[in-house]
């Protein structure tokens, strides 16, 4: 069964950083390429970015571009997004999410998310 | 970037109806076009990939067409399960985007 798991949510101030992860489970890891996407509390779904299979192709949100970074380990199925320079507007809830098939731009699994509150 | 405007952004409508969702793009995106469904507190569901295809275990009153620019989403004869926010999402090119949603309530 496919998992994902987030973590590293939490309030930070703006001008702070942080690092999300997301432990991901039962499929091969090092053949998908993975995605975060975020919500904002009561808005709609944004997507942020996207890391191909082996980490040499990274995609970014023209909002977030230059202050966040995807990032995986294979060795330890895991996906990153380095969040520095935050602000208010970057709090959401972050989900992980993977697709069908290996290289895939939808989402077909995602994981339950970890909340980012940017906050004085 | 890709602008998508969905509509309408909220439908209201009763068990058994069947209602249309429909999402356009600023550029023609042949059909690279994914549907989401999401519940309140809950993770989005894929519901269609590629325009049309149906994700699996996915209820077959769902269905998606179109190609291009202009998309729709079909729920033909609603259950109460139904009831939630539906979202249209282009993977044509970077950055992908999503389209605003459709909050989709008991009439």
């Known amino acids: 069964e496919v998992q994902l798991v987030e973590s590293g949510g939490g309030l930070v101030q703006p001008g702070g950083s942080l690092r999300l992860s997301c432990a991901a489970s039962?499929?091969?890891?090092?053949?998908?390429?993975m995605h975060w996407v975020r919500q904002a509390p009561g808005k709609g779904l944004v997507w942020v970015s996207r890391?191909?299979?082996?980490?040499?192709?990274?995609s970014y949100a023209d909002s977030v571009k230059g202050r966040f970074t995807i990032s995986r380990d294979n060795a330890k199925n895991t996906l990153y997004l380095q969040m520095n320079s935050l602000r208010a507007e970057d709090t959401a809830v972050y989900y992980c999410?993977?697709?069908?098939?290996?290289?895939?731009?939808?989402?077909?699994?995602w994981g339950q998310g970890t909340l980012v509150t940017v906050s004085s | 970037v890709i602008w998508m405007t969905q509509s309408p952004s909220l439908l209201s409508a009763s068990t058994g109806d069947r209602v249309i969702i429909s999402c356009r793009m600023s550029?023609?995106?042949?059909?690279?076009l994914a549907w989401y469904q999401q519940k309140p507190g809950k993770a989005p569901e894929l519901l269609i990939y590629?325009?049309?295809t149906l994700q699996s275990g996915v209820p077959s009153r769902f269905s998606g067409s179109g190609s291009g620019t202009d998309f729709t989403l079909t729920i033909s004869c609603l259950q109460s399960e139904d009831f939630a926010t539906y979202y249209c999402?282009?993977?044509?090119?970077?950055?992908?985007?999503f389209g605003q949603g459709t909050k989709l309530e008991i009439k």
């Open positions: 590629a325009a049309s």
């Open positions: 550029q023609g995106i042949s059909s690279y």
């Open positions: 039962g499929f091969t890891f090092s053949s998908y390429w």
């Open positions: 999402q282009q993977y044509y090119s970077f950055p992908y985007t």
């Open positions: 999410a993977r697709g069908n098939i290996a290289v895939a731009g939808w989402a077909g699994y």
């Open positions: 890391i191909n299979s082996d980490g040499s192709s990274t």
